[in-house]
């Protein structure tokens, strides 16, 4: 099956999840009554936790769903990793409960996440897929090496349903982007409604800051610095070209493959150019100041963070702005404040950092103009 673009915003990961509505709003959407009809919204009275609210003989009732350490719970006897779970429990047994769970109270304007990507070509067979081990932790949970007949594969194991939805969204970016130095998604596994899997192509070499510190200056010469510089900005030309923000590149967010080459990955905040999102989990040192202070992500944005990595590639995985206090670095940043060279970066690379870390949006340079750069500089040492 050839495999299409998932294009769809409003693919949820469980249609019965309704977000933060009110509890008049949820007793209204489960009228008439149905034993057994049900939905989960988020707990408006107890920010973080969750409430299950059930139709039992013409009355709705509302549990509590409480999160403690990464756990969810109503009665703090049974626990579960994630509202899946937890829903598939109750339905199973009504365990304490008015009445077990019935039927699920669809978000109207919505589609399954599962029924979506089997129709689109994307989803895989969990039979086919072995998990071996833990490569890492990432933001959404575990990255676990996986056997897919036969190819060695990266898999994202979701975690909990907090971050259910950003997991969709990340793999549903994914579905649309296909170049040699964007990390690949091969499909998605929705296992039994409560388990998710992304499985992406396997990056033996991990990601980028812990090969460059892992091998340093010793190992690793000018010709690859320039490499993966290269790579990282042909992935980001791309990215560019289809409207694409990535939001968080750094280089704990690119990974090394086999056989050396870089490609970006960690679509999570990835966006359409010019949504609007949450500014106070971003990463300071990478964010350009117009994104911090007003929102304002684009392709030039990014460009910003590229010049950070940059300045990563060629102090062999420092971490910016050393010597100078976190609460600091945006006051001195939004005053003219550039990082110095790295010891031993060629000016002409560093030129190209300054050229990214504009304060002026429009002064910085593109994406295809920073490759050209980029690949001048490499004709030239080739000569010399
Ligand atoms: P992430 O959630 O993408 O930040 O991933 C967390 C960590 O898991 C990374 O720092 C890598 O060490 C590892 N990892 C993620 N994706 C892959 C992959 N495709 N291949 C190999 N290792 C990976």
Redesign the pocket.
Known sequence: MSHQPVLSTHVMAVRWFHGKITREQAERLLYPPETGLFLVRESTNYPGDYTLCVSCEGKVEHYRIIYSSGKLTIDEEVYFDNLMQLVEHYTNDADGLCTNLMKPKLMEGTVAAQDEFSRSGWALERKDLKLLQV??????GD?VLGDYKGSKV?V?CIKNDATAQAFVAEALVMTQLQHKNL?QLLGVIVEDKSSLYIV?????K??LV?YLRSRGRSVLGGECLLKFSLDVSEGMEYLESNNFVHRDLAA??V?VSEDNIAKV??FGLTKEASAIQDTSKLPVKWTAPEALREKLFSTKSDVWSFGILLWEIYSFGRVPYPRIALKDVVPRVEKGYKMDAPDGCPPVVYDVMKQCWHLDTNQRPSFRKLREQLEHIKAKELFQ
């Open positions: 490569l890492g932790k990432g933001e959404f990255v990266a994202k990390v992406t192509e396997f990056m033996a991990g990601s812990d704990r967010n990974l990955s960690d």
